[in-house]
């Protein structure tokens, strides 16, 4: 799913200070690891909530995320 309707980008916020800008811009906290899904403009479409356990983050839950996160785009 990610290769077929998702342009998939990995931000290394700990290399640098534009990426910490990003996560504040997103309204992220600074734990990671963070997901978000953002339009073409950087705006922010849907982004999933970290849990505080992550290896409770089951890969059924995360495509469910990514397929909601597909219907609530709108271009």
């Known amino acids: 799913m990610l290769n077929d309707k998702f342009v998939f980008a990995e931000m290394w916020v700990e290399r640098g200070s534009e990426g910490e800008a990003v996560l504040k811009g ?3 906290s600074s734990a990671l690891p963070q997901y978000a899904v953002v339009d073409a403009e950087g705006k922010l479409v849907s982004r999933y909530d970290r849990p505080q ?3 409770s983050i089951t890969p059924d839950a995360f495509a469910a995320w990514l397929e909601e996160s ?3 785009y709108r271009p």
Do not use: E
């Open 26 to 28: 997103l309204k992220f």
């Open 53 to 55: 356990n992550v290896a």
């Open 70 to 72: 597909l219907k609530s």
